[in-house]
Nanobody, 129 residues
């Protein structure tokens, strides 16, 4: 069973930066299979896939809301994925989740949020104006 544990959330002023971490157990990311992603959900809004990557295909996705400001990365030795967030704005305030999918997505094909079947508990990010 895959387990994911996020950390790194907090309160930050607009324009600031945060790095979220997600430690994965039960699946080795160095195996090159599957995909991981970061989602967020703000109060009263639907959960949004903001970035994802597939190791086998190097497929990488960023939503228009975070493109150019957020970066997803991984450390195979630590079996950990990261979300580096810069240029934070109040609209980025949300509960952030990391999630894993057993599927790899070919380059050029969109990630399907419904395929992500393992989730962390979430970490809160609050951006003050």
């Amino acid at each position: 069973q895959v387990q994911l544990v996020e950390s790194g959330g907090g309160l930050v002023q607009a324009g600031g930066s945060l790095r979220l971490s997600c430690v994965i157990s039960g699946r080795s990311i160095s195996s090159g299979s599957g995909s991981v992603g970061w989602f967020r959900q703000a109060p009263g809004k639907e959960r949004e896939l903001i970035t994802a990557m597939s190791w086998a295909t190097a497929n990488l996705y960023y939503s228009n809301t975070v493109k150019g400001r957020f970066t997803i990365s991984s450390d195979n030795a630590k079996n950990t994925i990261y979300l580096q967030m810069t240029g934070l704005i109040p609209e980025d305030t949300a509960l952030y989740y990391c999630a894993a999918s057993p599927w790899s997505y070919p380059t050029g094909l969109p990630f399907d949020p419904a395929d992500f079947d393992s989730w962390g508990q979430g970490t809160q990010v609050t951006v003050s104006s």
